[in-house]
């Protein structure tokens, strides 16, 4: 070998441990980078004998929309950078709010020993008039480290398209995990009046158990609450299925059975606002079937004009059962005429005041009409009427 091709060589390794060097000594404290991925990104916490790291945060758009159903987060107990492993011991937010808009599943690893986050936020996209993008009922959290890990912890919230989440942790940690989110986890959804509403929570369970079900689950454009899951019953939470095409302008029969994983469902309860979010749609008729047996205030929305209760069960008329709060978007109670069922004894006061153009109610003998329950205009009429008492007014 001659002497220039020596030197060469000599130079070129120098340049290559100078230039490895300089790139290590470069790494600074606060420096960001994202993983392989590019969705979750780190921050140097500390280098040198110690090289540990934090999520600061992760990508919420993406632009190949078919993959919004399969956005997986599994935070790694380490990553490399620049040559060097780190560990992940942190997960921290500047605005104390970590949200995501297509994340079905994220996992922090056992390696955590710090979670600066006081808000989790999972708003998941929910078109099922898209041919590209799959529903998505849920996100699968799975949290590995201590619950001593959460500084300040305040909420854990999905919205109502991820109404199917479930949050599994280490069977040695489970009773501690159940104590620290009591009362902080929601399944939300926006309503017109009351702002925010939260009907069910995200169950907790163990890692690897396949046998737990959420509280609530998506059938058929429609939500449904498990009340008793021995007994296989369910509420309405809130009902789409009146904006499907065909249904405007007719009458649309809420179905008595519903299923879940293969397991049949009886509805037996309609809870508030189940059939409000409907309020764009043409007026439609309503029939509610006989395994219902009871039916809370402002559960039915302004555009139904005929309500069929003849086959339930319920025993009393709730006070505004008709949601008069789209006076406020011009658009006032359309309901014209209502059947009660035998079993109904009693109408609440201001049951149907806020109806308008309510002309005809049917109900059976001994019913009890509470204060203002009825406008003065309203024919009471069609069925085996005998008495009806009038309850005095309240001074």
Same mark, same amino acid.
């Given at each position: ?25 470069a ?26 790291c ?6 919420n758009e993406f ?12 935070i ?14 942190a997960?921290e ?13 994220i ?16 708003d ?13 009922h ?28 479930i ?9 501690e ?28 369970a ?17 939500y449904?609450? &498990? /009340?008793?899951?021995?007994? +296989? ?5 809130c009902? %789409?299925?009146? *904006? =499907?095409?065909?249904?405007k !302008? ?17 509805v ?6 189940a059939?409000?979010n ?32 003849s ?12 949601n ?14 209502? &059947? /009660?069922?035998?079993?109904? +004894? ?6 149907? %005041?806020?109806? *308008? =153009?309510?002309?005809?109610? !049917?109900?059976?003998e001994n019913?009890?009409i ?26």
């Amino acid at each position: 070998m001659s002497k220039t091709l020596i030197l060469s060589a000599i130079f070129t390794l120098v340049f290559i441990a100078l230039t490895s060097s300089h790139k290590i000594q470069a790494v600074q404290v606060g420096d960001t980078f994202t993983d392989e991925t590019g969705i979750i990104t780190f921050e140097i916490k500390n280098t040198g004998e110690e090289n540990i790291c934090s999520v600061i945060g992760w990508e919420n758009e993406f632009d190949d929309i078919n993959l919004v159903n399969s956005v997986k987060i599994v935070i790694p107990e380490t990553v490399m950078y620049e040559n060097t492993l780190y560990t992940v011991t942190a997960i921290e937010s500047p605005n104390g709010t970590l949200n995501s808009e297509w994340i079905s599943e994220i996992e922090i690893p056992a390696t955590t020993n710090i979670i600066k986050v006081k808000h989790f936020t999972f708003d998941l996209e929910r078109n099922p008039e898209s041919e590209k993008v799959k529903e998505i009922h849920g996100v699968k959290f799975v949290f590995k480290c201590s619950p001593d890990a959460f500084e300040q912890i305040e909420s854990i919230d999905v919205n109502d398209a991820a109404i199917e989440s479930i949050i599994y942790v280490p069977e040695e940690y489970l009773e501690e995990y159940k104590a620290l989110f009591a009362g902080k986890l929601r399944c939300i959804f926006l309503d017109n009046d009351r702002g925010i509403r939260s009907y069910t929570g995200i169950p907790i369970a163990k890692i690897g158990d396949s046998s737990v079900n959420p509280e609530a689950f998506i059938f058929e454009d429609s939500y449904y609450r &498990i /009340l008793n899951p021995d007994k +296989k019953t369910v509420s309405l939470i809130c009902s %789409y299925a009146l *904006k =499907k095409k065909g249904i405007k !302008g007719t009458c649309y029969t809420q179905p008595s059975i519903v299923y879940y994983k293969g397991e049949k469902y009886k509805v037996t309860k309609i809870e508030y606002y189940a059939f409000c979010n409907v309020r764009f749609d043409e007026p439609v008729e309503l029939k509610l079937p006989n395994t219902i047996t009871s039916i809370e205030s402002k559960s039915i929305g302004w555009n139904i004009t005929r309500l069929d209760l003849s086959e339930t069960k319920i025993k009393k008329i709730p006070k505004y059962l008709v949601n008069s709060n789209y006076d406020n978007y011009d658009e006032s109670a359309k309901l014209k005429e209502v &059947i /009660l069922p035998k079993t109904c +004894k009693k109408l609440q006061k201001y049951a149907f %005041y806020n109806c *308008k =153009k309510l002309k005809n109610i !049917g109900m059976f003998e001994n019913v009890n009409i509470g204060y203002r329950a009825l406008r003065k205009k309203c024919n009471i009429t069609k069925q085996k009427m005998r008495s009806i008492v009038l309850l005095p007014r309240k001074r």
